[in-house]
């Protein structure tokens, strides 16, 4: 039986919404012909509590990742699972979220669109102006009147209140022991590429969860090394691509998170227009990413049956090793879960760190992962499909 979220009901002032009351987990299990469940987190700042609706529900359904990657505010959400044993996970997801949402806002949450829009509005106005408790601060001075090259001239806040809540809520150790393997997603400033803060292959700290959270010009690039990174989202906000670069042998079942649709309505005003133009710039490549894997794995499967026909005498010690990988081409099944914006949201969505409004964003990413999880054969590994293939409960009648 589901959970029932309470609301707090004030008469002709509208409802405030409670967390999903936590639920005794199910056992842990995998899909039959499973090896791996990974969680991919795309970045979104406030709308990141949509990803830990999501995470309550695989965790109370027993499905738990094996792997993480995630960019930006799905980089945090990443590192506050995987560096919590599974039965702290929820409650530390919820006190990051309830802590950097404490500020309150107005005294009631109003009824109707419009009320709730301009409260919204007020909500993030505040964020701009004052940050958010346990995420960031503003600078004592404006960037844009400090000297050229002072420490805070290129950034309006400080994360340092971010690396305190880290500290404080993620077990680093944990996080790199190699129980949930790890990646979260930033871009070097001076070159501009990509690069994937892996745990297999990079001891994780806080500064590399900052840094792929670093979005400017709002947040400061962060050092690591001798190199800086800014938010993995100004080149790729979401991280399917490494999770499948990296499935090695392995069937993997997908949970992919999306805080911003490719989808939408035309817009109709420029308040439309700023939202629309953030959707898209944000939003996911999936189709890019999954047509390459795709024809990658109709090449390889090529590549095997031509090898085949070949004698084992005939191959070089290269070729052998190369049939020997081809011997089992893995299988991925993804289950995309992406935020649908309510009629009351604007552009600033993604920095609107209201109470109310993390708490509607939560129940969303919950209730979502529960009526996906009724479609059982959406958690099989594919037929055919090119070892691959794709899920969305907001395409189809449930």
Request: hydrophobic fraction near 35%; include cysteine; charge should be negative.
């Amino acid at each position: 039986m589901d959970a029932v979220s309470p609301k707090v009901v004030v008469a002709g002032l509208g409802t405030t919404p409670e967390l999903p009351e936590p639920q005794p987990p199910a056992a842990r299990w995998r899909p039959k012909n499973c090896d791996k469940i990974a969680l991919v987190l795309q970045g979104g700042g406030a709308l990141g509590a949509y990803q830990a609706g999501i995470y309550q529900a695989m965790h109370e359904a027993g499905l738990e990742p094996d792997s993480i990657a995630g960019v930006s505010i799905g980089g945090i959400n990443g590192a506050i699972i995987a560096g919590n044993p599974p039965e702290r996970r929820v409650e530390r997801l919820r006190e990051f979220w309830e802590s950097v949402t404490a500020r309150r806002i107005w005294l009631f949450t109003p009824d109707g669109d419009d009320a709730r829009k301009a409260r919204n509005t007020w909500s993030s106005l505040l964020t701009t102006w004052l940050g958010q408790p346990d995420f960031f601060r503003p600078h004592p001075v404006n960037p844009w009147f400090v000297p050229r090259g002072a420490r805070t001239a290129t950034s309006f806040y400080s994360t340092e209140p971010l690396r305190e809540t880290l500290l404080r809520l993620v077990d680093f150790d944990l996080l790199n022991s190699g129980a949930i393997r790890y990646a979260a997603g930033a871009v070097n400033v001076i070159n501009g590429n990509f690069a994937f803060f892996d745990s297999t292959q990079t001891r994780i700290m806080p500064e590399h969860v900052m840094a792929s959270g670093a979005l400017p010009p709002a947040f400061p690039m962060v050092r690591i090394g001798t190199d800086h990174y800014w938010d993995g989202g100004l080149v790729s906000n979401t991280p399917l691509q490494h999770v499948l670069d990296n499935a090695g042998c392995d069937n993997h079942l997908v949970f992919q998170v999306d805080l911003f649709s490719a989808r939408g309505a035309l817009p109709r005003d420029m308040y439309d227009v700023l939202a629309r133009e953030k959707d898209i710039q944000y939003s996911s490549r999936t189709r890019l990413v999954t047509d390459y894997f795709r024809d990658r794995h109709n090449r390889d499967a090529l590549v095997k049956k031509l090898l085949e026909k070949i004698p084992e005498d005939r191959l070089s010690a290269d070729e052998k090793r190369l049939k020997e990988r081809l011997e089992r081409l893995p299988l991925v099944s993804i289950v995309q879960l992406i935020y649908q914006q309510t009629a009351y949201e604007t552009q600033a969505k993604d920095y609107e760190f209201s109470a109310t409004s993390m708490r509607d964003h939560w129940e969303s990413g919950y209730r979502d992962t529960q009526r996906t999880l009724r479609h059982k054969d959406w958690l099989e590994m594919p037929v055919g499909n090119g070892g691959l293939v794709t899920h969305d409960i907001h395409r189809v009648d449930d």
